[in-house]
Nanobody
Framework: QVQLVESGGGLVQPGGSLRLSCAAS????????MGWYRQAPGKQRELVAD???????NYADSLKGRFTISRDNAKNMVYLQMNSLKPEDTAVYYC????????WGQGTQVTVSS
């Protein structure tokens, strides 16, 4: 199973930006989707964005235009650029490989607050 380690979370003011990174422990299959999910306190985990072979991306409707997912298959990495952050973006962000039944990282906390 692939081990995933997220980094890049932290405290940021509203309107700020953060870039999350996820490193996979071994070579990842180009054809397997990788994604970012988030879970806020008291809420269910939800999809933020995922990316598939050919660079096909899928975003939660509410996040389109603010968040950008990308992946570097050569480095076994996936990234999430988050701009114009809002307090409601506060959550633990999880990296995923292979969908719900696949591998998950331990999560990284993102807090948007003044």
């Amino acid at each position: 199973q692939v081990q995933l380690v997220e980094s890049g979370g932290g405290l940021v003011q509203p309107g700020g930006s953060l870039r999350l990174s996820c490193a996979a422990s071994r070579s990842i299959n180009f054809y397997v989707a990788m994604g970012w999910y988030r879970q806020a306190p008291g809420k269910q985990r939800e999809l933020v964005a995922d990316i598939r072979s050919g660079g096909i991306t899928n975003y939660a409707d509410s996040l389109k235009g603010r968040f950008t997912i990308s992946r570097d298959n050569a480095k076994n990495m996936v990234y999430l650029q988050m701009n114009s952050l809002k307090p409601e973006d506060t959550a633990v962000y999880y990296c995923n490989y292979g969908g719900a039944g696949g591998s998950w990282g331990q999560g990284t906390q993102v807090t948007v607050s003044s």
